[in-house]
C-alpha cells in the first residue's frame, strides 16, 4: 500500500485460444524483464484463468514495477486478457524529520550525555541540512554514543567512543551513499521499539558539528533533526562502540 502507486490497466479480447494464449505467453517473455510468478486458478476441477508476472530492475526513479498478465475464457474460441503495469514511483525530495519533543545539542566537545531520557532527536545548526544529512566537506572526527532504551539501566548511556578522521570519513561515506527518494504514503508494520538508540556527532572543520540520531530499534532510520533517511551506519556504529569495549 502505497499512495505512489503507479498502475496502468489495459484489456484486449484476443482472437487465440486459452490454451493457445497461455502457450504463447510462455513463450514470448518480455525483453529485460524477470519472471517472477505464475499460476492458474480453478472452478469445479476447471481452470478458468492464468497469470503471469514479470519484476523490472529498480531504477533511480521507481522500484517494484511489474508487468502482470491475466488471462481467461473468451466467447467462440478467444481469450480476454488483462494486462497491468505498475510501479511505486519515488519522491525525491528528503522526508521531513516531524519529532515534537526535546532535542539535545550533542557536540564532539559536549560529549554524550549520561541518559537520553528526556529527549529522543538531536538538534543541530547550520545550512545545507534540509537536503543531505551531512554538509558537505571532510570530517575530522566522531562521537560515538549508545543508549540503552528500556533495557537494564533505562535510557543510560551504555557505550562511547570518539574516533579520529579514517572512521569519521568511512561513516560520512555511508550517510552520503543512500538515496534519500522514497515512496510516498507506504504502510509499514515494525519491530518493537524498545527506544534505544545511537548518536554519532561529526566535527567539520569550519562550521558546527552535525549529530545524527539513529534509531535502533522499531523503523530503523537516521536523521540529522531536520530529515530523516534510510539506515546506513547503525550497524557500523554498533560494531565500532562493541570493539572498543574489548
Known amino acids: 500500500m502505497a499512495s505512489s ?13 486459452f490454451q493457445r494464449a497461455g502457450v504463447w505467453i510462455n513463450r514470448h517473455h518480455p525483453r529485460g524483464l524477470r519472471k517472477s510468478m505464475s499460476g492458474n486458478s480453478t472452478s469445479q476441477g476447471n481452470v478458468v484463468s492464468q497469470f503471469v508476472g514479470y519484476d523490472a530492475r529498480d531504477s533511480s ?10 488471462v481467461v475464457r473468451g466467447p467462440h474460441d478467444t481469450s480476454l486478457w488483462r494486462v497491468d503495469g505498475m510501479a511505486l514511483w519515488l519522491d525525491p525530495r528528503p522526508i521531513r524529520d516531524t519529532y515534537h519533543g526535546h532535542r539535545a545539542r550533542i557536540t ?5 550525555p549520561a541518559s537520553d531520557r528526556h529527549f529522543s532527536d538531536v538538534r543541530n545548526t547550520g545550512a545545507r541540512l534540509a537536503r543531505m544529512l551531512v554538509p558537505p566537506g571532510k570530517p575530522t572526527a566522531v562521537l560515538l554514543c549508545q543508549y540503552k532504551g528500556l533495557n537494564g539501566r533505562a535510557f543510560s548511556l551504555s557505550a562511547h567512543h570518539r574516533y579520529g578522521p579514517r572512521i569519521a570519513n568511512r561513516l560520512v561515506h555511508r550517510l552520503r551513499s543512500v538515496s534519500l527518494a522514497h515512496a510516498d ?8 521499539d524498545d527506544g534505544s538508540a545511537d548518536v554519532a556527532a561529526f566535527a567539520f572543520p569550519g562550521r558546527p ?35 572498543s569495549q574489548h
Open 61 to 70: 526513479a521507481w522500484v517494484e514495477a511489474e508487468l502482470q498478465i491475466e
Open 185 to 192: 504514503g507506504v504502510e509499514t508494520s515494525c519491530p518493537m
Open 108 to 112: 564532539t566537545h559536549t560529549g554524550c
Open 209 to 243: 558539528d552535525v549529530a545524527i540520531w539513529i534509531h535502533a530499534t522499531g523503523c530503523s532510520a537516521d536523521d540529522n533533526g531536520v530529515i530523516v533517511g534510510p539506515d546506513a551506519i547503525g550497524s557500523a556504529v554498533d560494531r565500532l562502540l562493541h570493539s
Open 5 to 17: 502507486l503507479v498502475d496502468v490497466k489495459r484489456f484486449w479480447r484476443v482472437g487465440m485460444s
